[in-house]
């Protein structure tokens, strides 16, 4: 089926360092995924981070970014130099365009230390 | 900026009693939807809808109902609540289409005693 792998947290780092949080996924029933991040930041609602739907594009939102490959099926959310407070929970998600379903990952926890 | 408001925000059920959650968004979406997260999983669809007066089965949606009298609202009924069913639980709407974009309530903490 399709799922999304992605790192398992927490994740603890400290500000101005860089962060990597990776994310995997399969795709057997999507032919051409669309690939997002959301994020959930304390005391809020899950929200859209940056999306991507074209394979070899790169998306970008607030110093955050991930580029979708389709050869290692990858979509890792990068960014330079944290900040306190990017500390959230971070989800990695797969949907499709000719459906309703979206799938989600486990969510990575994100704590920046001042 | 959409809306999707979810109510109660907590509530705990005995074993076996009826358990209604409610969902209200004020963007006109035509799609809702109903998730629940645990601890190990990651948000896994339950029912959702294309719109007012249709419900479609997610990936688990043994033990649960869902209602969709309006564009408005749609509700997750666990007609015998089970401790299996103890999770919290969102509610999103779809903004186009393609579903590019899910707006999420806050979540409601569900617990079953």
């Known amino acids: 089926g399709d799922s999304v792998t992605q790192t398992e947290g927490p994740v603890t780092v400290s500000e101005s360092e860089s962060l990597i949080i990776n994310c995997t996924y399969s795709a057997t029933s999507i032919a051409y995924p669309n690939l997002f991040w959301y994020v959930r930041y304390p005391g809020e609602g899950l929200q859209l981070l940056l999306k991507v739907i074209t394979a070899g594009q790169k998306g970008s939102s607030r110093g955050f970014e991930a580029t979708y490959n389709k050869e290692t099926t990858s979509f890792h959310l990068q960014k330079a130099s944290v900040q306190e407070s990017d500390s959230a929970v971070y989800y990695c998600?797969?949907?499709?365009?000719?459906?309703?379903?979206?799938?989600f990952g486990t969510g990575t926890r994100l704590q920046v230390l001042p | 900026e959409a809306a999707v408001t979810q109510s109660p925000r907590n509530k705990v059920a005995v074993t076996g009693g009826k358990v209604t959650l409610s969902c209200n968004q004020t963007n006109n979406h035509n799609n809702m939807y109903w998730y629940r997260q645990d601890t190990g999983h990651g948000l896994r669809l339950i029912h959702y809808s294309y719109g007012a007066g249709s419900t479609e089965k997610g990936d688990i949606p043994d033990g649960y109902k869902a209602s969709r009298p309006s564009q408005e609202n749609f509700s997750l009924i666990l007609e015998l609540a089970t401790p299996s069913q103890t999770s919290v639980y969102f509610c999103?709407?779809?903004?186009?289409?393609?579903?590019?974009?899910?707006?999420f309530g806050h979540g409601t903490k569900l617990s079953v005693l």
């Open positions: 999103a709407s779809g903004e186009g289409v393609s579903n590019e974009r899910l707006f």
């Open positions: 998600a797969l949907g499709a365009s000719n459906t309703n379903k979206v799938v």
